[in-house]
């Protein structure tokens, strides 16, 4: 009996042994933050954001990754959405509140110009709204509810992606928090 109990106390502990290298050997490598040299794009936290250029309602080109070394706020939205016309004075309020620190960028969902510096204009928005009138930039970054706000930190590696409607405390609490990182 004796003998026995010993027997399979011996197979436990060699079966807990290789089940631990098991884990240990086949466990997949996650990005760590910091080490932002080695990530890939994609849409998601832990990974550089997808770059992009598009135009502005003022005419001008804008290139995601001129925006390195400031924490950046991607806000997603369209100017028939009711959640995305209330936050939008938050975001206006925040883009000159951390102006110069942080930048707040608009992405609009599929619209013409026109529409979007109508929007921009009864809104009194100041930050760069950025067309995407084929919604290939929403696409690239997955977006499927709007609004859906990105932050980004200085080093282009999102930290978050938040979904519905933000309000201004925690918008500003964000930003403040990337800026912490910074």
Same mark, same amino acid.
């Given at each position: 009996m004796?003998?026995?109990r010993f027997g399979w106390t011996i197979l436990?502990?060699?079966?807990?042994?290789?089940g631990g290298a098991w884990?240990?050997?086949?466990? &997949?490598?996650?990005?760590?933050?910091?080490?932002?040299?080695?990530?890939?794009?994609a849409p998601i936290a832990g990974y550089f954001a997808p770059d992009f250029t598009s135009s502005t309602t003022?005419? &001008? &080109?804008?290139t995601l990754s001129d925006y390195r070394g400031q924490p950046t706020?991607?806000?997603?939205?369209t100017s028939w959405c009711p959640p995305c016309r209330i936050e939008a004075p938050y975001f206006q309020a925040a883009s000159l509140k951390f102006n110069g620190q942080a930048a707040i960028i608009g992405v609009d969902q599929g &619209?013409?110009?026109?529409?979007?510096?109508?929007?921009?204009?009864l809104m009194g928005l100041s930050y760069p709204l950025v067309l995407d009138e084929d919604s290939s930039i929403n696409r690239k970054y997955g977006?499927?509810?709007?609004?859906t706000?990105?932050?980004i930190d200085a080093d282009g590696v999102i930290r978050e992606v938040y979904t519905g409607i933000i309000n201004q405390a925690v918008l500003e609490d964000r930003v403040d928090r990337l800026l912490k990182e910074g």
């Open positions: 004796l003998k026995m436990l502990l060699i079966l807990g042994l290789l884990i240990f050997i086949s466990q &997949e490598s996650t990005p760590q933050f910091g080490v932002a040299d080695n990530l890939t794009e003022q005419g &001008e &080109e804008l706020v991607l806000n997603f939205w &619209e013409p110009l026109s529409a979007v510096a109508d929007f921009g204009a977006v499927v509810a709007l609004p706000t990105v932050f």
